[in-house]
């Protein structure tokens, strides 16, 4: 099982920097891809990134890369979203997810463990 608790969300300016972090009390952490999602106000969630269970291996959306970096802390059970220069489009909740194997996919159905989300608003 994973339960997944998002934070760092909030609001910030456009080109400002978020770093939002996700802990799992789960027991399978370690082995499982993580990614991160987010949906917009009116619109379906989207793929944002995803890591590997080892943290070699990442994949990103073409509207966040270059801006986002995911990674994360096997020891701690965390991953992370670093998120710099953001715009306002990027405003959205944020939600992380485990994934149901080791596959770095950008497919929600690949995912089957989902955090409550955290808002993250850039002012223009």
């Known amino acids: 099982q994973v339960q997944l608790v998002e934070s760092g969300g909030g609001l910030v300016q456009a080109g400002g920097s978020l770093r939002l972090s996700c802990a799992d009390s789960g027991r399978t952490f370690s082995s499982r891809t993580m990614g991160w999602f987010r949906q917009a106000p009116g619109k379906e969630r989207t793929f944002a990134a995803a890591?590997?269970?080892?943290?070699?291996?990442?994949r990103y959306a073409d509207s966040v890369k270059g801006r986002f970096t995911i990674s994360r802390d096997n020891s701690k059970r965390t991953v992370y979203l670093q998120m710099n220069s953001l715009k306002p489009e990027d405003t959205a909740v944020y939600y992380c997810?485990?994934?149901?194997?080791?596959?770095?996919?950008?497919?929600?159905?690949?995912?089957?463990?989902w955090g409550q989300g955290t808002q993250v608003t850039v002012s223009s």
């Open positions: 997810a485990a994934g149901r194997s080791t596959f770095v996919s950008g497919d929600e159905e690949e995912y089957d463990g």
């Open positions: 890591i590997s269970w080892g943290g070699a291996n990442t």
